[in-house]
């Protein structure tokens, strides 16, 4: 069919074939209120019991094996964070265990034994988990919706009934996820395009994006350093000029510019998808650029300078270059510019052009089928041949 651009007018959705000279009114269906995310959800056959309350001094601090982008608290204690995925295991022996969070923006999933339990905005609270059976445990909490700003994971404590064990070993490799919403899993567990706020903060789930489902796939861990709305040269529709990933890469917190960063593993696949952003908006008004001609021109020496950083920080990784494919012409030749530039630095890395994503979640972000579909095209060119 074509390139598809979208616009929101009020609540509707215009949404033009380019390609076929066709357009259409999409109207939302009726308004209907929002259901607040509940702040604790445990199913009734978890096996154990979870509740929040005020934080209790005096608990032992258990060693955690965390991954993801992140600055120290000055309490010494705990990780502040604000990139999404961010993730932390540990192992104890008991029947309790406490979570400590200060962090009134995100959901977080806690799986302990194959169970679950949900927190939403916990703010300054303990999660005590209670009940559990006499005996080794292994315990995952993991940040799934996306960060408004930093927040602290305070990290896990041992309650009186409990002891520690040295935590989870490293999984063998580590895969970087580079991009924008798409890569955060902007509300991936939606059914419907048409979102309210509250909506698409319940649906995004980023444990379930593509990122994860690669890694899995590969008996690897992950980093999402990610960002909705974001590019590289420029963002969605040229807002915030000064703060494109190659601004905000080599921040801990994008929202505290001067947090140093705790110390990071070295990525062994590194895979960048920021190209959407940058070509699936118009050109504003005041940008640098003419037509989107100049920008694929800009675009490709810069996909392949970034790409180039990122080999340098992390020496021998595989470079991935993920483009979506129906953001046009533009966005996949700047992609082949830029590998072919990577190429003739003697960096060698794997280009991987997407098909087209039904993009049914809100705002037309990708579906969680759309999600599977994308971990799938990546896991098949990380496991072929050699790179280009």
């Not at 074939?17 to 929002?34: M, Y």
């Not at 929040?52 to 204690?77: M, N």
């Not at 921040?251 to 960063?261: F, I, M, R, T």
Request: charged content about 20%; glycine content about 12%; hydrophobic content about 40%.
């Amino acid at each position: 069919m074509g390139a598809v651009w979208t616009r929101r007018i009020g609540a509707a959705v215009l949404v033009v074939a380019l390609g076929a000279g066709a357009a259409f009114l999409a109207w939302p269906e009726p308004p209907r209120p929002a259901t607040p995310v509940p702040a604790l959800s445990l199913a009734g056959d978890a096996g154990f019991l979870a509740e929040l309350g005020p934080q209790r001094p005096g608990w032992s601090a258990l060693p955690a094996q965390a991954t993801g982008r992140a600055a120290a608290d000055p309490s010494g204690l705990g990780y502040r964070h604000e990139w999404p995925g961010f993730h932390a295991s540990a192992r104890f022996q008991g029947t309790g265990i406490v979570l400590r969070f200060d962090d009134a923006l995100n959901r977080w999933r806690v799986t302990l034994d194959g169970k679950a339990v949900e927190v939403s905005r916990p703010g300054r609270q303990d999660l005590h988990i209670r009940g559990l059976a006499p005996g080794p445990h292994q315990i995952r909490a993991e940040k799934i919706s996306e960060s408004s700003g930093p927040a602290l994971f305070g990290g896990f404590f041992l309650d009186d009934s409990a002891q520690a064990l040295p935590p989870p070993d490293p999984a063998p490799r580590l895969i970087e996820f580079i991009g924008d919403s798409d890569t955060v899993g902007f509300a991936n567990t939606a059914s419907r395009r048409d979102c309210e706020a509250e909506e698409i903060y319940a649906a995004t789930d980023t444990s379930r994006s593509f990122g994860p489902q690669v890694a899995a796939a590969l008996g690897a861990d992950y980093r999402i350093v990610a960002r909705s709305g974001i590019g590289l040269l420029r963002n969605y529709g040229g807002a915030e000029p000064d703060r494109t990933m190659d601004r905000l890469y080599p921040l801990a917190l994008p929202g505290q510019p001067d947090a140093p960063a705790l110390p990071e593993r070295k990525a062994d696949i590194v895979v960048i998808g920021l190209g959407s952003n940058v070509f699936g908006s118009e050109l504003a008004p005041g940008e640098r650029w003419s037509d989107k001609g100049q920008l694929r021109h800009e675009f490709g020496p810069a996909l392949a300078d970034f790409a180039t950083a990122r080999a340098q920080e992390n020496p021998g990784a595989t470079l991935v270059l993920l483009a979506f494919g129906e953001y046009g012409a533009e966005l996949v030749e700047a992609h082949r510019t830029a590998s072919a530039l990577l190429d003739g630095r003697g960096l060698a890395n794997r280009l991987v052009v997407l098909g087209d994503p039904q993009r049914n979640a809100c705002l037309w972000h990708p579906s969680a089928e759309d999600h599977a579909m994308i971990a799938q095209a990546l896991v098949a060119a990380l496991k072929g041949p050699g790179p280009n």
